[in-house]
């Protein structure tokens, strides 16, 4: 029985495979470029122009190894990625002197690696997060075999202080690693650094190592009043931040940082490309550091400020008219992310809106434009108006 429902599922998927009409670059490029434009919901800035970097497609980069050290494959983009990990050393309250990082796959990559790091500090410990992390954070404490616990938010999205201490309260003879959120998927919600440290106070835990994941937020929150503490000069360990979201880019990319002493401990020498074994990936791309490096000169911090101010603005837009035609809608401080009633399937299927359970948001990245929204208004209007008629 078992073998003809194997036989029955092979024949199935050639079938379907048949039906799959293939389709033109052109074509493929056409639908993403349409896409592009009416999405709302997802944190991918979309107002970069990186053409004059067409050349380098037919190229060869690879910035294989530490990006501090040299190696027998000469064809990388190394001297562009510690200027950009030099700049978010800067805006995040430190230096290169005590700061160490790279330019990774993006903002999973970067929770990985500071989760790698924490592990390799203590025998045992216990990563405590709460249940409004990303989702690939899971897959991260699988793959390191870290045992953790997952502790509740609050409704905003921010962790639960006093359940955590709870926890910690049965578990002080354990070491602690602190898998902290700085800005949360949905609600873009800040967990606060200074509570945590009371309660780390309160529960004496002497060993723990706190990290930040700023996938979003880390580009944005050194120009938000009041600054969220979550920086280096908070003595945290490590910050992931995402760099294809605020600042934006065709290439999912990221940043992560950590401190030197954290990224000595697991230093390698790799005789074979010449070079230093201190990176998730062995050979690592050496497109994306080079285009953010083009922004960092074009732009920098007042750049980076200019983008954030902005946004902030067409946030505040957002969740006015929003609540003008009746909806709930709500952000966390200074959010670019407004939460609010989740609309029917049809309308976040059209403006592909991330939603979970009752709510959905916008999210007003670079790119997004003041008429966009008031079309999403508009329709979300007469969506409402017509529920109400019925």
Not at 65 to 83: F, H, N, Q, V, Y
């Amino acid at each position: 029985m078992v073998y003809y429902k194997i036989i029955y599922g092979v024949i199935t998927f050639v079938k379907n495979i048949k039906c799959v009409k293939m389709k033109s670059i052109e074509d493929i490029y056409n639908r993403i470029r349409e896409n592009s434009t009416s999405f709302l919901g997802y944190p991918l800035a979309k107002d970069f122009d990186f053409s004059e970097f067409a050349p380098f497609l037919n190229l060869c980069i690879n910035n294989v190894g530490d990006p501090e050290s040299t190696s027998t494959l000469a064809i990388d983009t190394k001297d562009a990625e510690r200027e950009v990990v030099e700049f978010f050393a800067k805006i995040l309250s430190s230096s290169i002197d005590e700061v160490w990082g790279y330019v990774t796959n993006g903002g999973t990559e970067g929770n990985l690696y500071g989760l790698y790091l924490a592990r390799e500090n203590f025998n045992n410990p216990i990563v405590y997060y709460s249940e409004s992390t990303h989702y690939s954070v899971k897959k991260n404490l699988h793959l390191l075999n870290l045992k953790n616990i997952v502790v509740r938010s609050q409704k905003n999205g921010e962790i639960d202080y006093n359940d955590l201490k709870n926890l910690l309260t049965l578990h002080r003879d354990k070491p602690a690693i602190f898998f902290l959120n700085i800005g949360t998927t949905m609600t873009e919600a800040v967990d606060d650094l200074a509570k945590i440290k009371e309660i780390i106070r309160e529960c004496a835990i002497k060993d723990y190592y706190i990290h930040c994941d700023a996938a979003f937020l880390g580009a944005i929150a050194p120009f938000v009043e009041p600054k969220p503490r979550f920086d280096f000069s908070e003595d945290v360990d490590s910050i992931s931040i995402s760099g294809h979201k605020f600042i934006g880019g065709p290439i999912p990319c990221g940043i992560v940082l950590t401190k030197r002493k954290h990224r000595n401990r697991i230093v390698n020498s790799v005789s074979y490309v010449g070079t230093l074994d201190t990176t998730i990936t062995g050979s690592r791309n050496g497109l994306t550091p080079l285009l953010l490096w083009s922004f960092i000169k074009k732009h920098g911090e007042e750049g980076l400020m200019k983008r954030a101010r902005k946004s902030q603005v067409l946030a505040a837009y957002t969740e006015k008219r929003l609540k003008e035609i009746g909806v709930n809608a709500w952000r966390n401080n200074e959010a670019l992310t407004v939460v609010f009633d989740k609309p029917s399937d049809d309308l976040c299927a059209k403006y592909q809106l991330a939603s979970e359970n009752a709510i959905a948001h916008i999210i007003c990245v670079p790119g997004i434009r003041q008429e966009q929204i008031d079309v999403f208004i508009n329709d979300y209007e007469k969506e409402l108006f017509v529920n109400d008629a019925s």
